[in-house]
């Protein structure tokens, strides 16, 4: 991909647009659907551009995950085109055209950031106000986070246009904020933790200013809402990266903030790393067992197995360790309840076979899950393989029938004839 201006970047007045020879997306890799819209509104006379990360992934020949769309018609103009169109958001007024049951294809008004003299008077009214002020796609690109996020692909003669630089950063393979990485971390804290994720997925560098921004602003994490850091750390394990994101997040000083005093043990990183491969064997996140590997290494100091603690202090032990981060992150009942089992149930393997209880255990439905946290720490930690063979093998036979003594005759039940009701003689 040729880049015409080595220099581009955010101090140009005029965009770089690379035209259509220059590039390598082809609508053929452009979803059908989205196509559609954009060639709807590029016909009644609206500007209409593929935004966001999907020109990024085709840039850089991956499949995106899904398709936005930026646009100068308003929510209303934009419903007005499309019968399968509905608005959404309260603050944030999206238009989300349907396809089917299951294809959603969001179009986004272009927006700006007002000036200083256009802000109400009532602070309560300055969130709605600075995310509805409609505006150019060169004012729209400078409200987003990244570079490499603001490059749009316009419909009307297949170009990229770039406002801010995001062409030179694919190139350089650098992750760089648009604009002061304080002032931005500081409006949203947990576009850091979007910065480690695009590092980590893309294998792109962090460059100096975004580095220097995390570490000033990493206290400010503590702040943002529990929900969305914990759906960000569960993105994280669903994408392959959480071990790299949260190494990183250590590094930098965002991951005690981030996990309300979270600090890992010893073989923290180890295991996550093979808990986030097991993952992507199995196809899906356990969030139960993730809670659990995060503790497991203070798990051990609180409950060391040379103590021989009883079940009833262990158990105690563990819902104790667990209850800060599961009230700090509001997580159910059942969800601790899960974390705890599976400390406790690592807690029975390493203690070894032959103790109270254990015929109880092998038959509880949860103990397979057990087994294979142990496993996986067994593995990180450097543990005794043979041991964990061993309980795999008792686990094995914990439902095989005994084979029936062949002496042993078959019970019969002898059962009184029943009498025949005789007939009343018949009258004459």
């Given at each position: 991909?040729?880049?015409?201006?080595?220099?581009?970047?955010?101090?140009?007045?005029?965009?770089?647009?690379?035209?259509?020879?220059?590039h390598?997306?082809?609508?053929?890799?452009?979803?059908?659907n989205?196509?559609?819209?954009?060639?709807?509104?590029?016909?009644?006379?609206?500007?209409?551009?593929?935004?966001?990360?999907?020109?990024?992934?085709?840039?850089?020949?991956?499949?995106?995950?899904?398709?936005?769309?930026?646009?100068?018609?308003t929510?209303?103009?934009?419903?007005?085109?499309?019968?399968?169109?509905?608005?959404?958001?309260?603050?944030?007024?999206?238009?989300?055209?349907?396809?089917?049951?299951?294809?959603?294809?969001?179009?986004?008004?272009?927006?700006?950031?007002?000036?200083?003299?256009?802000?109400?008077?009532?602070?309560?009214?300055?969130?709605?106000?600075?995310?509805?002020?409609?505006?150019?796609?060169r004012?729209?690109?400078?409200?987003?986070?990244?570079?490499?996020?603001?490059?749009?692909?316009?419909?009307?003669?297949f170009?990229?246009v770039?406002?801010?630089?995001?062409?030179?950063?694919?190139?350089?393979?650098?992750?760089?904020?648009?604009?002061?990485?304080?002032?931005?971390?500081?409006?949203?804290?947990?576009?850091?933790?979007?910065?480690?994720?695009?590092?980590?997925?893309?294998?792109?560098?962090?460059?100096?200013?975004?580095?220097?921004?995390?570490?000033?602003?990493?206290?400010?994490?503590?702040?943002?809402?529990?929900?969305?850091?914990?759906?960000?750390?569960?993105?994280?394990?669903?994408?392959?990266?959480?071990?790299?994101?949260?190494?990183?997040?250590q590094?930098?000083?965002?991951?005690?903030?981030?996990?309300?005093?979270?600090?890992?043990?010893?073989?923290?990183?180890?295991?996550?790393?093979?808990?986030?491969?097991?993952?992507?064997?199995?196809g899906g996140?356990?969030?139960?067992?993730?809670?659990?590997a995060?503790?497991?290494d203070?798990?051990?100091?609180?409950?060391?197995?040379?103590?021989?603690?009883?079940?009833?202090?262990?158990?105690?032990?563990?819902?104790?360790?667990?209850?800060?981060?599961?009230t700090?992150?509001?997580?159910?009942?059942?969800?601790?309840?899960?974390?705890?089992?599976?400390?406790?149930?690592?807690?029975?393997?390493?203690?070894?076979?032959?103790?109270?209880?254990?015929?109880?255990?092998?038959?509880?439905?949860?103990?397979?899950?057990?087994?294979?946290?142990?496993?996986?720490?067994?593995?990180?930690?450097?543990?005794?393989?043979?041991?964990v063979?061993?309980?795999?093998?008792?686990?094995?036979?914990?439902?095989?029938?005994?084979?029936?003594?062949?002496?042993?005759?078959?019970?019969?039940?002898?059962?009184?004839?029943?009498?025949?009701?005789?007939?009343?003689?018949?009258?004459?």
């Amino acid at each position: 991909m040729a880049i015409p201006s080595p220099n581009a970047n955010t101090s140009s007045d005029s965009p770089v647009i690379l035209p259509r020879s220059a590039h390598s997306i082809s609508r053929s890799q452009i979803d059908e659907n989205t196509l559609k819209v954009l060639y709807r509104l590029h016909r009644n006379g609206y500007q209409a551009f593929l935004v966001g990360g999907s020109v990024r992934d085709l840039l850089l020949n991956r499949a995106p995950k899904d398709f936005d769309i930026g646009t100068d018609a308003t929510p209303q103009q934009v419903k007005k085109l499309f019968r399968n169109c509905f608005l959404v958001g309260r603050r944030f007024r999206l238009a989300h055209v349907r396809f089917g049951r299951d294809e959603v294809i969001e179009v986004a008004t272009f927006r700006r950031h007002p000036r200083p003299d256009e802000f109400p008077e009532d602070p309560d009214e300055h969130s709605f106000f600075v995310q509805n002020q409609f505006g150019t796609p060169r004012e729209d690109a400078f409200r987003r986070d990244f570079t490499i996020n603001a490059l749009f692909y316009n419909i009307a003669d297949f170009s990229i246009v770039d406002h801010v630089g995001g062409l030179q950063d694919l190139e350089n393979r650098q992750l760089r904020v648009i604009g002061d990485p304080q002032l931005r971390f500081a409006e949203d804290p947990v576009r850091m933790l979007r910065a480690l994720e695009f590092s980590a997925r893309l294998d792109f560098s962090l460059d100096a200013q975004t580095l220097e921004g995390i570490r000033e602003k990493a206290p400010l994490i503590a702040g943002a809402a529990p929900a969305r850091v914990r759906e960000k750390l569960m993105q994280f394990f669903r994408l392959g990266v959480g071990t790299d994101v949260l190494q990183r997040a250590q590094t930098l000083g965002l991951l005690q903030p981030m996990l309300a005093g979270y600090q890992p043990g010893a073989t923290t990183f180890k295991l996550l790393e093979r808990l986030n491969q097991h993952f992507k064997k199995s196809g899906g996140v356990d969030e139960g067992m993730l809670l659990a590997a995060l503790f497991i290494d203070r798990f051990w100091q609180k409950c060391p197995l040379n103590a021989s603690l009883p079940i009833s202090e262990v158990l105690q032990s563990a819902g104790h360790l667990l209850t800060p981060y599961s009230t700090h992150f509001h997580l159910s009942h059942g969800l601790r309840h899960q974390a705890r089992e599976l400390l406790v149930g690592c807690y029975r393997f390493a203690r070894g076979l032959g103790h109270r209880g254990q015929k109880r255990f092998l038959h509880n439905p949860e103990t397979p899950r057990s087994l294979q946290l142990f496993r996986l720490w067994t593995q990180a930690s450097g543990g005794d393989p043979e041991l964990v063979e061993i309980w795999e093998k008792n686990l094995h036979t914990r439902h095989e029938p005994a084979d029936k003594p062949a002496s042993q005759p078959t019970r019969r039940t002898h059962r009184r004839p029943r009498r025949r009701r005789q007939s009343k003689p018949a009258q004459v």
